[in-house]
């Protein structure tokens, strides 16, 4: 079966989620790349803090390579039924990289607001794996940096900039799809 594989990226807080609703409204499936350090750690009896949860990705990157998580997901990917797939939380080059080899026509979306912005907006979110104050939100920051990630923002195929309106940024993430699937119908 052809189908369509498309990556999401960005710092935490910047709104990879409403490119996941974007893509969930126009019929794809979600695979989270997150859930897989998130179920590592529940296997591992961690409670998924930021501090854990950093530490479980970097064990699991040190012991099983860069592209872990990516090699994690992809029999995810392989078991959905539907045609058109969302890898949502790609961290780095190599995750990217590992999606290729297997659908040569991965595309990645990044997604970019600003610190202030995003901190803002996971401080009000309050997940429990989201850092309680400004310190631990740049410790974070700097231990996705570490990992690659903003090499991937720089190197996604489309970049939404999303510091406003979140229905703004969600018909961008519509049309965004709506370009990557044109492609790929060709």
């Given at each position: 079966?052809?189908?369509?594989?498309?990556?999401?990226?960005?710092?935490?807080?910047?709104?990879?989620?409403?490119?996941?609703?974007?893509?969930?409204?126009?019929?794809?499936?979600?695979?989270?790349?997150?859930?897989?350090?998130?179920?590592?750690?529940?296997?591992?009896?961690?409670?998924?803090?930021?501090?854990?949860?950093?530490?479980?990705?970097?064990?699991?990157?040190?012991?099983?390579?860069?592209?872990?998580?990516?090699?994690?997901?992809?029999?995810?990917?392989?078991?959905?039924?539907?045609?058109?797939?969302?890898?949502?939380?790609?961290?780095?080059?190599?995750?990217?990289?590992?999606?290729?080899?297997?659908?040569?026509?991965?595309?990645?979306?990044?997604?970019?607001?600003?610190?202030?912005?995003?901190?803002?907006?996971?401080?009000?979110?309050?997940?429990?794996?989201?850092?309680?104050?400004?310190?631990?939100?740049?410790?974070?920051?700097?231990?996705?940096?570490?990992?690659?990630?903003?090499?991937?923002?720089?190197?996604?195929q489309h970049i939404i900039v999303n510091e406003g309106n979140p229905q703004t940024a969600k018909e961008e993430a519509t049309e965004v799809l709506r370009k990557v699937e044109?492609?790929?119908?060709?």
């Amino acid at each position: 079966m052809n189908r369509l594989i498309v990556g999401v990226t960005g710092m935490a807080g910047s709104g990879k989620s409403i490119v996941v609703e974007a893509a969930v409204a126009n019929g794809y499936d979600v695979v989270s790349m997150g859930d897989e350090v998130r179920e590592e750690a529940k296997k591992r009896c961690m409670e998924p803090t930021p501090e854990n949860l950093g530490t479980v990705m970097l064990e699991l990157r040190q012991a099983e390579g860069e592209s872990v998580i990516a090699r994690r997901c992809i029999p995810k990917i392989e078991r959905t039924a539907k045609q058109k797939i969302l890898v949502d939380g790609v961290r780095s080059l190599a995750e990217t990289e590992e999606f290729k080899k297997h659908y040569p026509d991965f595309s990645l979306i990044a997604v970019h607001a600003s610190p202030e912005t995003r901190f803002t907006r996971i401080y009000n979110r309050q997940r429990s794996d989201d850092p309680k104050d400004w310190l631990i939100f740049q410790k974070k920051d700097q231990r996705e940096l570490n990992v690659g990630l903003g090499n991937a923002i720089a190197m996604a195929q489309h970049i939404i900039v999303n510091e406003g309106n979140p229905q703004t940024a969600k018909e961008e993430a519509t049309e965004v799809l709506r370009k990557v699937e044109a492609k790929w119908t060709k």
